[in-house]
């Protein structure tokens, strides 16, 4: 019999935030997939906030956000991770990302509009990596 899968990733809204949280499984492949080493070395993936934040946790086991543009040390912010928290799911944006198509960093509108649009996790992952990079580019 084949192992059945209890733990999955969990999304929704919970009070004013979307939260995107990752399995422990997950997580792990986030980390490597976002590059966060580069970026954050040590830190890891727990998840997303509101879609333009990760939740991380740190070396020293405490949890932090950061922009998924720039991920970077200047940006962390301690967070209070929700305990056991109860989703309040959204089927018409469940499994998407919302993505400024110019990030925000780069002088991209933060308002709904034009630069706005939804996109898979996959996809996330790669802008994210391509602007982060594109960030250290232009910052060294």
């Known amino acids: 019999m084949g192992r059945v899968i209890t733990d999955i990733m969990k999304e929704g809204w919970i009070g004013e935030d979307y939260l995107i949280l990752f399995t422990p ?38 949890v932090y956000t950061a922009p998924t543009v720039p991920h970077v040390a200047e940006y962390l912010a301690p967070y209070d991770l929700p305990v056991d928290p109860v989703f309040q799911t959204d089927r018409r944006v469940s499994g998407k990302i919302k993505w400024h198509v110019q990030p925000i960093v780069f002088g991209g509108d933060p308002n709904q509009g034009p630069n706005l649009t939804w996109v898979s996790h996959e996809q996330h992952a790669e802008l994210v990596v391509w602007w982060n990079n594109k960030y250290r580019e232009i910052s060294s």
């Open 25 to 62: 499984e997950e997580a792990v492949l986030a980390t490597q997939r976002y590059a966060i080493e580069t970026g954050l070395p040590g830190y890891s993936i727990i998840g997303l906030r509101g879609w333009d934040d990760f939740i991380l946790r740190g070396p020293d086991g405490q």
